[in-house]
């Protein structure tokens, strides 16, 4: 089970990691008392195992093959008419196995036969199509017999980097590595744990996703500026357009800490701050930039929480013909 997390998600992982994962999805009864001991698993149980655990990792693909493993119950649910003219669904079940992918590639464009489809039944026959197309391509995904994986990793990481390193993927343009946005994203409760300099990252990623130019600080010594951003067209010289101070605390952020960027904001000549924390502000905080009229917003753990779903990989998520592909 190591493995196949290694392989398919591109992370390494405990025995402990993974008897936590078995209990937090509600299959311990699955998950062997002895690691010595040989056990019999039928082959639907130890599928049902594999995608809990990866689900439990973050994998989008698994998580929605446990909620809807077969394909036919979950198109007749979105197309309650299917059967009663169901060619443009036979139609790609004929022709797509006569996809091949190119040499040396295990990655197959549906684009042709959706052009085929779209001229013989439409919009609707795409919509079909594309969906179907999605949801075989979801279950070869997180099938743990296959050997297709959704992305190539070249390397793995150790989750407990997560908690325990300081380290940020800042050589690859990053700040915040997509692998543990996916694991955050199913496992919320992570977030008040996680390594500070972790926070930072994931705070600085968000921003540069945004589309601002983003700075990360030195995470020491950095006196209460912990992110600096700015318009891409910016020059060198312009001052920051938001400086972020990051608090991963369980504790509520007291009315000194936003008192105290807005003091660097205007120092700075910035256009706003930004106090983001894993928990939340304490009313103080709130009542002062109010009646101040301080240009801080707040970035609270809900925040973060819908930050990570919009940051997430889609999985099985919507597929637009022409912009992605099926492995």
């Known amino acids: 089970m190591a493995e196949l997390v290694g392989f398919k998600l591109g992370l ?28 019999s698993y039928r082959s639907e149980a130890m599928e049902e195992l594999a995608q809990s655990l990866l689900a439990a990792f973050g994998d989008a693909d698994a998580a929605d093959a446990l909620a809807s493993p077969a394909v036919m119950p979950q198109l007749v649910r979105e197309f309650p008419d299917l059967l009663q003219d169901p060619g443009a669904l036979d139609y790609t079940l004929e022709r797509f196995p006569q996809l091949t992918p190119p040499p040396g590639s295990n990655v197959i ?15 609707r026959g795409v919509m079909i199509a594309a969906r179907l197309l999605l949801l075989i391509n979801r279950n070869v995904v997180a099938n743990p017999w296959s050997r297709v994986r959704r992305n190539e990793y070249t390397s793995r990481i150790e989750l407990r980097d997560l908690f325990d390193s300081e380290a940020l993927p800042l050589p690859l343009g990053l700040f915040f590595d997509q692998r543990f946005i996916d694991f955050l994203n199913t496992n919320t409760s992570a977030l008040e744990k996680m390594h500070w300099r972790q926070f930072e990252g994931l705070v600085a990623e968000r921003l540069r996703r ?35 101070q990051c608090k991963r605390t369980r504790g509520k952020v007291d009315r000194v800490v936003v008192k ?22 304490s009313p103080g905080a709130r009542h002062t930039v109010e009646a101040r009229g301080y240009p801080i917003e707040e970035t609270n753990r809900d925040t973060l929480v819908a930050w990570l779903t ?9 597929w637009l013909p022409g912009s992605g592909s099926s492995r």
């Open 310 to 318: 919009e940051m997430r990989t889609p999985g099985s998520g919507t």
């Open 12 to 39: 390494t992982v405990s025995e402990e990691d993974l008897v936590q994962a078995a209990i937090a999805q509600g299959i311990v009864e699955l998950w062997p008392e002895d690691m010595n001991a040989i056990y």
């Open 210 to 244: 945004e589309g601002l130019r983003v700075e990360l600080g030195p995470g020491r010594g950095d006196e209460g500026v912990d992110v600096r951003a700015w318009d891409p067209e910016a020059g060198e010289s312009d001052p920051a357009v938001m400086l972020v």
């Open 109 to 123: 464009d549906p684009t042709p036969l959706i052009d085929e489809v779209r001229q013989r039944w439409g919009s």
């Open 260 to 281: 105290a960027l807005a003091t660097d904001v205007m120092f700075e000549g910035a256009r706003q701050g930004m106090v983001a924390t894993t928990s939340s502000w």
